[in-house]
C-alpha cells in the first residue's frame, strides 16, 4: 500500500545485538590492555580522572524480562574501603583465588600486598569499562584462575612489588597535634582558624606523600618465597605541626622565645642569695 503525503514516518526498529559471548568480551578487554599492563598504584589518569576515581563496571541492576538493568559501577577508593572492611574468611578467601592466579606470590601475603594485587584487577576492569567493555573485577579473577599468570610468565626468583597507599589523619587526631605543637611552641591552644588551616594543610600534604611499601620476594630452597618489606614517604604528623607552627607565627614565637627566656632569668636572679 502506498504512504500517502501526510502520514507520518515510522521508523523501522532498530535490530538489537545479541549478547556477546564471555569470550568475546574478553577478547575485546584484553585488547584494551595492549597498550601495556600499568599497575594501579602507578596512579594513571584514564579520562581525567586519577586511578582512585575511576569507576569500577560490578554489573548490572535487575530489570522486569526483555529489559536491560542499569550498570552498576562503583569507584576505585570505594572497592578499596570495602576491602578494607573485609572479613578475615573473605579476606582470606580472595587471598587464596589469587595465589592460585599467581598474582600474588605467597599463601600467606599481607592485606597490603594482597590489595596491591586486587587494585590491578579493579584497574584492568576500570579499563574495560572505560573502553565500553562490560567485564567486572570477579570475572577477570575467574579468568586468572583458568590461565594463571605463573603459567605464562614463571616465577622470578627474586623481584619487588611496591605499593602505594594515601593515609589521612583523622580531624580530631590532627587537632590534638596541633595543641601540642602550639602549647610547646607559644603557649597556648589553637584558634578555630588555625585548626581547620592546619588540618587542610596536613591533608593535602599526605595526599601529595603517600607512603611506599616495597616487598621484595626471595625463593629459598624450599620452593616458597621469603619476604622483606622496606616503606618510605608519608608525612609525620608531629613534624610536621612543628615546622607549620613556626611558619605560620614566627614573630610570636620570637616574642614568646625571648619573654620565657627573661622571665627564666629574672626568676632565677630573684632566687639568688643577696
Known amino acids: 500500500m502506498a504512504r500517502l503525503p501526510n502520514d507520518p514516518i515510522v521508523p523501522s526498529p532498530t535490530p538489537q ?25 602507578d596512579n ?7 586511578a582512585a576515581e575511576w569507576p569500577v563496571y560490578l554489573g548490572r541492576s535487575s530489570a522486569p524480562k526483555g529489559q536491560k538493568g542499569k550498570p552498576m559501577t562503583q569507584t576505585i577508593a570505594e572497592l578499596e574501603k570495602r576491602f578494607w572492611q573485609m572479613s578475615d574468611g573473605a579476606f582470606e578467601h580472595l ?32 579499563k574495560g569499562h572505560a573502553s565500553g567493555i562490560e567485564v567486572t573485577p570477579g570475572q577477570i579473577l575467574a579468568r586468572s584462575e583458568k590461565d594463571p599468570v605463573s603459567k ?31 602549647q610547646d611552641a607559644l603557649g597556648r591552644n589553637p584558634t578555630a582558624a588555625e585548626r581547620q588551616g592546619f588540618i587542610a594543610a596536613l591533608n593535602a600534604a599526605e595526599r601529595a606523600n603517600p607512603t611506599i611499601t616495597r616487598t621484595t620476594y626471595t625463593k629459598q630452597s624450599s620452593g616458597q618465597y621469603a619476604t622483606s618489606s622496606v616503606t618510605t614517604g608519608g608525612v609525620q604528623p608531629v613534624s610536621f605541626a612543628q615546622d607549620w607552627v613556626a611558619r605560620q607565627n614566627p614573630g610570636e614565637i620570637g616574642a614568646y622565645q625571648a619573654a620565657t627566656t627573661y622571665m627564666g632569668a629574672l626568676l632565677q636572679a630573684l632566687g639568688a642569695p643577696v
Open 44 to 50: 594513571p589518569v584514564i579520562g581525567g580522572y586519577p
Open 95 to 126: 587471598r587464596d583465588r589469587l595465589f592460585k592466579t599467581g598474582r600474588i606470590r605467597s599463601q600467606n601475603a599481607s592485606r597490603s600486598e594482597v590489595w596491591a594485587a586486587w587494585a590491578d584487577i579493579l584497574q584492568e576492569a576500570a
Open 17 to 41: 545485538a545479541p549478547p556477546k559471548s564471555a569470550d568475546q568480551v574478553f577478547a575485546e578487554w584484553s585488547e584494551s590492555l595492549k597498550a601495556g599492563r600499568t599497575q594501579a598504584i
Open 152 to 182: 605464562k610468565e614463571g616465577l622470578p626468583d627474586k623481584y619487588t612489588i611496591p605499593n602505594k597507599q594515601v593515609n589521612i589523619t583523622d580531624p580530631m587526631q590532627a587537632s590534638d597535634v596541633l595543641s601540642r605543637a602550639l
